[in-house]
């Protein structure tokens, strides 16, 4: 089967495994994983900032930096689509006590509530880089800019963040100076199994380490996880110009219906019903999903190649009615 349901879905290559069986590993609770130690050490390097915190999943990693940036009854500003707020079973209001306020479309610095009687007062400001809902797009640095600008507190959800650095040259220590928090995912386009990191200044990742603590996400020999991390620094960052490739080809096979932010996602908006096409794809050995009722998602990883995405294009063709 051809599975372009989502980066998630890679295995771990032959030379990733050999580095996960070769890691040197000790208990992380104490801090004493030399691999975790590494990794954490090698990813605040490439961001520019002091310190970065392992964690089990990218959803932990965005909200331990949420609830170490804001006490119970603060105020985030996000999209109204952003994971962290639409994706993560309202953990931001339940484990964070965290208000949220939203915009879709532009932003705009208008929404910013001051503290003051009737409002929860805007302590942060997320973003999400590339966004998955919006086809894998890529903000720019001018509203990056524009957001940063505010004062506030930034925090990026930046599960696909490599995407965006591959796609565009912006170098990561850029993006980095731009924002409080980062969440980073190992599991997505680098293909590593398990893991994210949450990434700021040394105080902040300290508060970060207690909360990650909280949710029971301290690990003890993880180290194994780390080492697959740190092999996908070293051989998955700039192969993902390939996935950002094919995910343009099969876009531009699939007008009209497609939708592509110019990185590993594209979204096809149907005229008809989405499950039915996406059961009639798999029928022919080609996954994909239907995030909606009329809406297909397909995203190109690691493991699909073009001989995939010829038969994904082939077998599409064939299902959506009305296609050429
Ligand atoms: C996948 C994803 C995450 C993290 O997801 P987990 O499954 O918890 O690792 C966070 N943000 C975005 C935008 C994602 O796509």
């Known amino acids: 089967m051809d599975d372009f349901l989502s980066d998630t879905v890679t295995k771990p290559t032959p030379g990733m495994r050999q580095a996960m069986a070769a890691a040197e590993v000790g208990d992380d609770v104490f801090g004493e994983d030399p691999t975790i130690n590494a990794l954490q050490e090698r990813v605040a390097a490439l961001f520019g900032h002091e310190a970065t915190l392992f964690t089990p999943s990218g959803s932990m990693a965005n909200q331990i930096a949420l609830q170490s940036l804001l006490s119970p009854g603060d105020g985030l500003l996000c999209e109204y689509d952003a994971h962290i707020l639409a994706y993560e079973a309202g953990a931001a209001a339940m484990f964070g006590g965290i208000t949220t306020r939203t915009w879709s479309g532009e932003f705009s610095p208008g929404l910013i509530r001051e503290a003051g009687y009737y409002h929860a007062?805007?302590?942060a400001i997320a973003v999400e880089q590339t966004h998955n809902v919006n086809a894998g797009a890529i903000t720019p640095l001018s509203t990056l800019d524009q957001i940063h600008a505010t004062g506030l507190p930034v925090h990026c959800d930046g599960a696909r963040i490599w995407n965006a650095h591959v796609a565009t040259g912006i170098p990561l220590a850029t993006y980095g100076r731009l924002f409080t928090t980062i969440s980073v995912c190992l599991s997505k386009g680098l293909g590593a199994p398990v893991g994210s990191l949450v990434i700021g200044g040394t105080e902040l990742i300290g508060r970060a380490r207690l909360i990650r603590k909280r949710l029971g996400g301290g690990m003890r020999q993880a180290g194994i996880l780390a080492a697959a991390g740190l092999y996908a620094l070293d051989h998955h960052i700039d192969r993902m110009?390939?996935?950002?490739?094919?995910?343009?080809?099969?876009?531009?096979?699939?007008?009209?219906?497609?939708?592509?932010?110019?990185?590993?996602?594209?979204?096809?908006?149907?005229?008809?019903?989405?499950?039915?096409?996406?059961?009639?794809?798999?029928?022919?050995?080609?996954?994909?999903?239907?995030?909606?009722?009329?809406?297909?998602?397909?995203?190109?990883?690691?493991d699909v190649d073009d001989a995939a995405v010829d038969r994904a294009i082939d077998a599409l063709r064939k299902v959506i009615p009305g296609a050429r």
């Open 121 to 123: 007062p805007t302590r």
């Open 241 to 302: 110009a390939e996935d950002h490739e094919r995910a343009g080809r099969l876009a531009e096979a699939l007008k009209p219906w497609s939708r592509w932010g110019g990185t590993n996602i594209v979204y096809l908006d149907l005229e008809v019903d989405a499950p039915p096409v996406a059961e009639q794809a798999l029928a022919m050995g080609v996954r994909v999903g239907a995030t909606g009722p009329r809406t297909i998602r397909m995203i190109t990883h690691l």
